[in-house]
């Protein structure tokens, strides 16, 4: 399978290519395909939606590349596109300098996981994940240990993808990670739904006002194929493949819960396993939660208009405003690091208190418990070495308590800011389901 890409003049090479003004002509001349079209792109040419026997209707997503016509690489898309790779080289080339870059690679793991938790309803924040991880306490205790699955999703694929292609079997494995022991554990982790989802417009709809109504359980199988397929499609530029990919999986939503979690995971695997990110370091979530409505919005004009351009467009704006911002926190990483280390150099500090400072890059926020544990170092030893740390201005108490302190790295912290949530943020209404109350068009269950 080839993916072709629609070049207009001056970018092809010596085949003469269709251009874009001549598609538009022969839309506009063609009175019966002008018919067919909405917003300018043959009808179908993404979809198309196919009256099931119990009466409503689902998508059937067309394969990927799209072909009919092909994605149109205008000047300024062949822009955003090298704007996108130019930017996410400088990161991967950054992060390959670094001497050790896996002590923060896990807040950057962390981080991604609140915020693509969040996108989905999950008022976690990263200081409750970290929180939850040094000592099981939060405030949404549930809620962080999805987002600890996350994490353990995220590397257990990481670590699978060192010696295996990235298929449906594994994109099994990583959810039933993902959802295992919490809220969906009744979600069948680890198996492609056997019954109808929907989605929106609000949490608790029902599938006859559904926003959109993914292809139904028996054709699941032939469009997951064709994905699978396409994510090895090495004619397709690797960041055009991961967007095109990002979308239909949401579009085929092959699970009861996590698509769009397990569908922004995709994305980071897809540039990992093709090497154009040695670390992985870029995660999209930042940018989809602050663009949240436009994130959705575009998903869903891939449908029916058939817009692939416009995603692509909006996904590689993503893609380099993320690799600019994840460049320059790892700079800023870098620097806190060296001020840091010469501070703790001159003010000749004990090989402990170094040994405490270097795990504060994996977890910025401990306890003394925490430290003891970790050490094997008695109460009054740990807590001189967290003095020391306060003292030089690294840590700072964050309750206020006398008993049961905390102690965070409140410059490290800051440079992995939480985007704040969205007032009237309503779920996405994603992932009913046929169990749940329905309106009149119930379908049967398969
Ligand atoms: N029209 C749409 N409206 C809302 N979400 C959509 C739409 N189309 C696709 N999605 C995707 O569905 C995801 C939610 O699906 P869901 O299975 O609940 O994922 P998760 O459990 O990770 O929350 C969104 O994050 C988004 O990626
Ligand atoms: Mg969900």
Same mark, same amino acid.
């Given at each position: 399978m080839a993916c072709s890409l629609l070049c207009p003049d001056r970018l092809g090479g010596s085949e003469p290519t269709p251009l874009a003004t001549d598609l538009g002509s022969e839309q506009r001349f063609d009175p019966e395909r002008a018919l067919l079209s909405i917003g300018g792109c043959p009808r179908g040419r993404a979809g198309i939606y196919v009256r099931q026997p119990s009466g409503y209707r689902a998508f059937i997503p067309q394969s990927l590349p799209p072909g009919n016509p092909p994605i149109e690489l205008t000047l300024e898309r062949s822009r955003l596109l090298s704007d996108a790779t130019l930017a996410l080289g400088r990161l991967d080339a950054a992060a390959q300098l670094i001497p050790n870059p896996d002590l923060f690679i896990g807040m950057y793991v962390n981080r991604e996981a609140v915020l693509s938790s969040q996108i989905e309803g999950t008022r976690a924040s990263l200081a409750d994940l970290l929180v939850f991880q040094v000592e099981g306490q939060s405030e949404y205790p549930v809620e962080a240990a999805e987002v600890i699955n996350h994490v353990s999703a995220m590397n257990h694929g990481l670590s699978r993808l060192a010696d295996l292609p990235l298929s449906l079997n594994l994109i099994c494995e990583i959810h039933r990670v993902l959802l295992s022991g919490v809220r969906g554990q009744n979600r069948e982790p680890g198996q492609f739904r056997r019954t109808q989802n929907w989605i929106g417009p609000a949490a608790g709809c029902t599938l006859a006002q559904a926003t959109f109504v993914p292809p139904p359980p028996q054709k699941l199988m032939e469009h997951l194929t064709n994905l699978e397929n396409f994510m090895h499609d090495e004619t397709c530029p690797p960041l055009i493949r991961a967007g095109l990919a990002h979308a239909q999986f949401e579009t085929i939503h092959p699970f009861l819960d996590g698509n769009g979690r397990i569908g922004r995971l995709l994305i980071t695997f897809m540039l990992f396993q093709e090497r154009v990110l040695h670390r992985p370091l870029l995660y999209l979530s930042y940018f989809l939660k602050s663009n949240r409505a436009e994130y959705y919005d575009r998903l869903q004009a891939v449908r029916l208009p058939g817009h692939w351009e416009e995603w692509l467009d909006f996904f590689l704006r993503g893609v380099a405003e993320t690799?600019?911002?994840?460049?320059?926190? &790892?700079?800023?990483? /870098?620097?806190?690091?060296?001020?840091?280390?010469?501070?703790?150099?001159?003010?000749?500090?004990?090989?402990?208190?170094?040994? &405490?400072?270097?795990? /504060?890059?994996?977890y910025p926020i401990v306890t003394i418990p925490y430290l003891q544990r970790e050490l094997k170092l008695t109460y009054a030893g740990v807590n001189r070495i967290v003095l020391r740390l306060v003292e030089l201005g690294i840590l700072q108490e964050s309750t206020g308590n006398r008993r049961n302190r905390r102690f965070a790295d409140d410059d490290y912290l800051s440079l992995f800011a939480d985007v704040p949530n969205d007032p009237d943020e309503t779920s996405s209404g994603a992932d009913r389901q046929e169990d749940l109350p329905l309106g009149p068009r119930r379908p049967k269950r398969a």
């Open positions: 690799s600019t911002e994840s460049w320059r926190t &790892v700079r800023a990483i /870098l620097d806190l690091q060296q001020k840091h280390r010469e501070l703790l150099q001159t003010r000749k500090v004990s090989g402990n208190v170094v040994r &405490v400072h270097e795990l /504060l890059w994996r």
